[in-house]
């Protein structure tokens, strides 16, 4: 077992203690103003890219007919949704997927499966390590940031990480809610950067 798993087990399980009354008590406001399901499921890449189910406390309404999914973010966010993406809250379920090992506590974010041939051979590896629920991405500026930022950030963490980086980016996470949140007016055009977003409309035109 390596000492960034070990560490993973310790402070995941720790932080279970705490996150299990504040679970509890989103998946209660969830269901009471928002409805079912409580959680957002999707399938995600994980260690080598390999597939795996990702839970996260479901934050927006289903897409209204003929409605554009990945254009209406702002549009189907719920109020206890906007609370959470602004808190980061929604990613605490994450924390059964690095007891796991499914991911860790500090890495590369899990984007999207339909992603992964589009990376150059640079940012793939990106997915030589755990995916995290936070990274240097998500303290550097996270949505605002463009997406070649982003990963460049991942492969950045990638080459250097190291317990004590690991320390230092969980404890600049723990600021996340007392730091400006997405950019007013900001559309998933502005940092889409290589171009993902067309290539995803694109496949999902063909099918």
Same mark, same amino acid.
């Given at each position: 077992? %390596?000492? #960034?798993?070990?560490? +993973? ?14 679970? *509890?008590?989103?998946? &209660?406001?969830?269901? &009471? ?22 839970? #996260?406390?479901? %934050? ?10 990945? %254009? ?6 719920? #109020? ?5 993406? @602004?808190?980061?809250?929604?990613? *605490?379920?994450? *924390? ?14 899990? &984007? *999207?499966?339909?992603? &992964? ?9 990106? !997915?030589?390590? @755990?995916?995290?629920? %936070? ?23 990638? @080459?250097? !990480? ?38 995803? #409309?694109?496949? +999902?035109?063909?099918?």
């Amino acid at each position: 077992m %390596t000492l #960034k798993r070990l560490t +993973d087990l310790v402070l995941g399980s720790l932080l279970l203690i705490p996150a299990g009354p504040i679970m *509890l008590v989103i998946g &209660l406001l969830i269901r &009471l103003f928002d409805g079912r399901p409580v959680f957002f499921v999707q399938t995600r890449p994980g260690l080598h890219g390999e597939p795996f189910r990702c839970r #996260k406390f479901r %934050t927006m309404r289903p897409p209204a007919p003929g409605q554009d999914i990945w %254009t209406t973010d702002a549009q189907r966010m719920t #109020k206890v949704g906007r609370f959470l993406r @602004r808190t980061s809250l929604d990613e *605490l379920p994450e *924390l059964f997927h690095v007891l796991s090992g499914r991911m860790s506590l500090v890495g590369p974010r899990p &984007l *999207l499966m339909e992603y &992964l041939p589009q990376y150059n051979e640079v940012h793939r590896r990106r !997915h030589d390590v @755990r995916p995290g629920i %936070t990274g240097l991405a998500q303290i550097n500026g996270r949505r605002s940031l463009t997406f070649s930022q982003r990963l460049d950030l991942d492969v950045e963490y990638v @080459r250097n !990480h190291c317990l004590t980086m690991d320390l230092g980016i969980l404890a600049r996470t723990l600021l996340a809610p007392f730091r400006p949140g997405d950019v007013e007016g900001q559309t998933l055009d502005d940092v889409d950067d290589l171009g993902f977003h067309g290539a995803r #409309k694109a496949d +999902d035109g063909d099918r």
